[in-house]
């Protein structure tokens, strides 16, 4: 029974410096995979992000175009307003460009 204890002391050091060396080992070898995975996670969201950013960009860019319609259609319409107050103002303007009087 006395030989038993050295044979036991060893088994357990053996196994203590074993499963230190498969821990190292796993390490060396899923590390590579391990970084392959989040650069592939990481680009998927970057691309995802970006195009989360394009149709951001596409959105404003089409409410800048309608913005820029409204601005126009407004511009006209101010300066249709415009020349209808100035013939209100000077009805001889209109009388000498038509040839008809309000009095007739």
Request: aromatic content about 10%.
């Given at each position: 029974m006395?030989?038993?204890?050295?044979?036991?002391?060893?088994f357990?050091?053996?196994a203590a410096g074993l499963t230190g060396v498969l821990a190292i080992g796993a390490r060396v070898?899923?590390?590579?995979i391990l970084e392959s995975?989040?650069?592939l996670r990481g680009t998927a969201f970057a691309e995802e992000?970006?195009?989360l950013q394009d149709r951001r960009i596409e959105l404003l860019e089409q409410e800048i175009g309608k913005l820029q319609r409204t601005v126009?259609?407004?511009a006209e319409a101010e300066?249709?307003?415009?020349?209808l107050e100035d013939r209100r103002s000077s009805p001889?303007?209109?009388t000498a460009l038509t040839g008809v009087s309000d009095a007739e």
């Open positions: 006395n030989d038993l204890g050295p044979t036991i002391l060893a357990f050091l053996g070898a899923f590390k590579p995975r989040l650069r992000v970006g195009s126009g259609r407004l300066e249709f307003r415009s020349q001889q303007r209109i």
